[in-house]
């Protein structure tokens, strides 16, 4: 046994290093410049420890000073009966599937804001409203917003919502991992708060270490995938599961980041304004010699 | 050659029995656009967090874009081509221009959730962001068509300033600042002109690449990173369809004769841009393999064929045809037809393709949401035909003795 265990491990490491040489090459090219991974916190969900107690969601509120019904009434799990998804009236909350087999817990998942590597938010934004900061949190500036929603349209998790029945000063509204409180030097509400450990906030690169070693420790429990470790670029939420992802709600996601592709074009179009430049030089040119000619048409 | 044809006001009666309708339509649509402003979007509409952008961007933004088209293609046409015969277009079309890119403004102003903020992106800047290059050039845009549109009203009231009562006594300066006007743009116009083409390029394409950032929200069969160039080749191949659909709308409206040969001109020029267009749709189409897409049936690939065939391949077909595009009616049906496939184009890349990935349901337009987007093609209508009543828009038969310096003018 010890001699085959032995042979496993050089195996692992030979592959481990080959994967780990392909994946740094991709991480280079997922990640943009707004991920400062000396910076960068996150949170890593461990979907196998949450009860689904919701008193994030209440933590939350309190936290962000929005209206909130008492602690107790977050005891009721009969909310769990439909999917439901942040909003205006509540920046995160849990959503409850069915184990991996029928005999087992459900599974209870918490959504909120992922804090992604390269926001669509921040890149779409007309005014630039949104800001990611150097600790990974993607705010939102209420006094530069217009109300577009274009954010919404771009953002790949469905996260920033609108306050539709406002008719002057709409919010966006979506989590803002807790700035005010990190800045300061406290947890985020919901990883205080949090009874069972489901949440672990720290340094992001750390937490993907942690959220492999535990894969690798419990093998039978996790599934080998560690969701926002790539997704669009990278997030600063992370998820551990014990069923796949998609039908977790979480969605099947490129390694590409949000807003490459309509980034590339857009500075493609506009380098240095020499394509527009160049047009008009070229249509000046046009009208000049089709004019000349008219003239000289009419002088012979 | 035929008879000279000279812009000038039309002299008809304002009211009529079609005029009612839009009026009451107008009127509707209007009342619906009071109710969103006192009481908020979410009152009006069936947007939702699943559903952020419906018809008043989809349609009224940037459809109304794309249908403007047709004064660029006109201007580049008769300005910078310098076809002389193709003048008499010019200025309808520079009307429609002006007045659906006006529209579009007060439709992004009715779709922000923060109207009254609406300039924040002229201090606010954010280069990486695809509305923020439509939003800057369209207003730069809206800016240039208003400047062309002027010599048409310096030529209507130099020498015809007469205000009523105390304001009289302005009636001089005013006229002297209206020929200095003339004199300058005179000189100038053709800065305007070529930035009109450029601006309404670059515009029209990056309107298409708002959607790309949707990433796989976005339906396949359009999400494409040749968004920006089909929008742009569609833009252009839609502008001389809504020329000759508006021209032969408005000589029936006001008992005119249809200028037969100066839409026939046209019609030779939309069959090859439609057919480019065409190319880069189904090019596309066939390196992204999306043609998987149509082999089974459901919404989406009934509308995207019906957008390509009926959209694209029938008018191609038809403005190809020489006893189609020598009959008014045939060249009516023909374009359309290419008006109805950059709809349905517009639709689908803004709603249809639209599926975010936590929906519960679809998003289907409210009442009230319809009734804006009708009543603001009513009200764009109804001060179309007031503007051809007041301004020398559209060209007439001219009269022997009305000859005068500012008769002879291009633009």
């Given at each position: 046994m010890p001699k085959q265990s032995r042979r496993d491990f050089f195996k692992t490491t030979a592959a481990l290093?080959?994967?780990?040489?392909?994946?740094?090459?991709?991480?280079?090219?997922?990640?943009?410049?707004?991920?400062?991974?000396?910076?960068?916190?996150?949170?890593?969900?461990?979907?196998?420890?949450?009860?689904?107690?919701?008193?994030?969601?209440?933590?939350?509120?309190?936290?962000?000073?929005?209206?909130?019904?008492?602690?107790?009434?977050?005891?009721?799990?009969?909310?769990?009966?439909?999917?439901?998804?942040?909003?205006?009236?509540?920046?995160?909350?849990?959503?409850?599937?069915?184990?991996?087999?029928?005999?087992?817990?459900?599974?209870?998942?918490?959504?909120?804001?992922?804090?992604?590597?390269?926001?669509?938010?921040?890149?779409?934004?007309?005014?630039?409203?949104?800001?990611?900061?150097?600790?990974?949190?993607?705010?939102?500036?209420?006094?530069?917003?217009?109300?577009?929603?274009?954010?919404?349209?771009?953002?790949?998790?469905?996260?920033?919502a609108f306050e539709f029945d406002k008719a002057i000063e709409p919010d966006i509204k979506k989590c803002d991992f807790c700035f005010e409180r990190t800045k300061v030097g406290k947890l985020p509400a919901c990883v205080e708060i949090c009874p069972n450990e489901v949440l672990t906030y720290g340094k992001r690169e750390e937490l993907i270490d942690i959220a492999h070693k535990r894969i690798e420790l419990y093998p039978d429990k996790y599934i080998d995938h560690v969701f926002g470790e790539f997704e669009v670029g990278g997030t600063s939420w992370m998820y551990l599961s014990s069923k796949e992802m998609p039908k977790l709600g979480l969605p099947d996601l490129p390694r590409a980041t949000a807003p490459g592709v309509s980034e590339s074009i857009q500075h493609g179009l506009f380098a240095y304004f020499v394509p527009p430049l160049a047009l008009y030089a070229i249509l000046g040119g046009v009208m000049w010699i089709n004019k000349n000619r008219k003239n000289s048409d009419t002088e012979e | 050659m035929e008879e000279h044809l000279k812009p000038m006001p039309i002299k008809r009666k304002f009211i009529t029995p079609g005029v009612l309708?839009?009026?009451?339509?107008?009127?509707?649509?209007?009342?619906?656009?009071?109710?969103?402003?006192?009481?908020?979007?979410?009152?009006?509409?069936?947007?939702?967090?699943?559903?952020?952008?419906?018809?008043?961007?989809?349609?009224?933004?940037?459809?109304?874009?794309?249908?403007?088209?047709?004064?660029?293609?006109?201007?580049?046409?008769?300005?910078?081509?310098?076809?002389?015969?193709?003048?008499?277009?010019?200025?309808?079309?520079?009307?429609?221009?002006?007045?659906?890119?006006?529209?579009?403004?007060?439709?992004?102003?009715?779709?922000?959730?923060?109207?009254?903020?609406?300039?924040?992106?002229?201090?606010?800047?954010?280069?990486?962001?695809?509305?923020?290059?439509?939003?800057?050039?369209?207003?730069?845009?809206?800016?240039?068509?208003?400047?062309?549109?002027?010599?048409?009203?310096?030529?209507?009231?130099?020498?015809?300033?007469?205000?009523?009562?105390?304001?009289?006594?302005?009636?001089?300066?005013?006229?002297?600042?209206?020929?200095?006007?003339?004199?300058?743009?005179?000189?100038?116009?053709?800065?305007?002109?070529?930035?009109?083409?450029?601006?309404?390029?670059?515009?029209?394409?990056?309107?298409?690449?708002?959607?790309?950032?949707?990433?796989?929200?976005?339906?396949?069969?359009?999400q494409t990173p040749v968004l920006p160039l089909l929008f742009l080749l569609s833009a252009i191949s839609v502008g001389f369809p809504m020329v000759i659909f508006e021209s032969i709308i408005s000589s029936r409206s006001f008992k005119l004769k249809p200028e037969t040969d100066i839409l026939k001109g046209l019609a030779d020029i939309i069959g090859p841009l439609l057919a480019i267009y065409l190319a880069f749709k189904i090019g596309d189409m066939v390196i992204r393999k999306s043609f998987v897409y149509l082999m089974e049936i459901n919404t989406v690939s009934v509308l995207f064929t019906i957008e390509l065939v009926v959209g694209i391949i029938v008018p191609l077909r038809m403005f190809f045809s020489r006893t189609?595009?020598?009959?008014?009616?045939?060249?009516?049906?023909?374009?359309?037809?290419?008006?109805?496939?950059?709809?349905?184009?517009?639709?689908?890349?803004?709603?249809?393709?639209y599926t975010p990935p936590y929906a519960t349901g679809p998003y289907i337009p409210s009442v009230g949401e319809i009734l804006v987007t009708l009543g603001f093609v009513a009200l764009e209508v109804l001060i179309y035909r007031a503007a051809v009543m007041i301004f020398p828009v559209i060209s007439q038969p001219k009269p022997a003795e009305s000859v005068s310096k500012y008769s002879v003018k291009g633009v």
């Open positions: 290093s080959a994967v780990t040489a392909g994946v740094t090459s991709t991480k280079i090219k997922a990640e943009s410049k707004d991920y400062i991974p000396d910076k960068a916190m996150g949170v890593l969900i461990d979907t196998t420890a949450c009860i689904g107690c919701r008193r994030c969601e209440w933590a939350c509120k309190v936290a962000h000073d929005m209206p909130t019904a008492s602690l107790d009434t977050y005891n009721d799990r009969t909310v769990f009966n439909e999917m439901r998804r942040p909003d205006h009236t509540a920046l995160t909350i849990v959503n409850e599937y069915p184990g991996k087999e029928l005999d087992q817990f459900p599974i209870d998942v918490k959504f909120q804001c992922m804090h992604c590597n390269s926001p669509a938010c921040v890149s779409a934004c007309i005014v630039k409203a949104f800001h990611k900061h150097p600790n990974g949190t993607v705010t939102w500036d209420g006094d530069k917003c217009i109300g577009c929603r274009y954010c919404m349209v771009a953002c790949p998790f469905q996260i920033p | 309708v839009l009026i009451i339509i107008a009127a509707l649509g209007m009342t619906a656009l009071l109710l969103r402003y006192i009481f908020g979007i979410g009152f009006v509409t069936n947007l939702s967090n699943q559903y952020p952008w419906g018809i008043w961007i989809g349609l009224d933004v940037a459809l109304g874009v794309a249908l403007a088209a047709g004064g660029f293609t006109t201007a580049a046409l008769g300005h910078i081509l310098h076809k002389d015969k193709y003048h008499a277009i010019v200025r309808p079309a520079l009307l429609t221009a002006a007045l659906g890119y006006t529209f579009v403004a007060v439709s992004v102003m009715t779709d922000l959730g923060r109207w009254y903020y609406i300039w924040h992106p002229l201090i606010m800047w954010n280069g990486n962001s695809a509305l923020f290059e439509v939003g800057i050039c369209v207003m730069i845009y809206l800016t240039v068509l208003y400047i062309e549109f002027l010599p048409i009203v310096t030529e209507r009231f130099i020498g015809r300033v007469n205000l009523p009562g105390f304001l009289s006594a302005f009636n001089k300066s005013i006229d002297k600042l209206l020929r200095f006007l003339d004199r300058i743009l005179d000189k100038t116009m053709f800065v305007f002109i070529i930035a009109g083409v450029v601006l309404s390029c670059l515009h029209q394409s990056s309107l298409g690449t708002l959607m790309i950032i949707s990433g796989q929200k976005m339906h396949p069969l359009w189609m595009t020598k009959s008014i009616p045939g060249l009516f049906i023909a374009s359309s037809l290419v008006i109805l496939g950059v709809l349905l184009n517009r639709l689908n890349n803004f709603v249809v393709a």
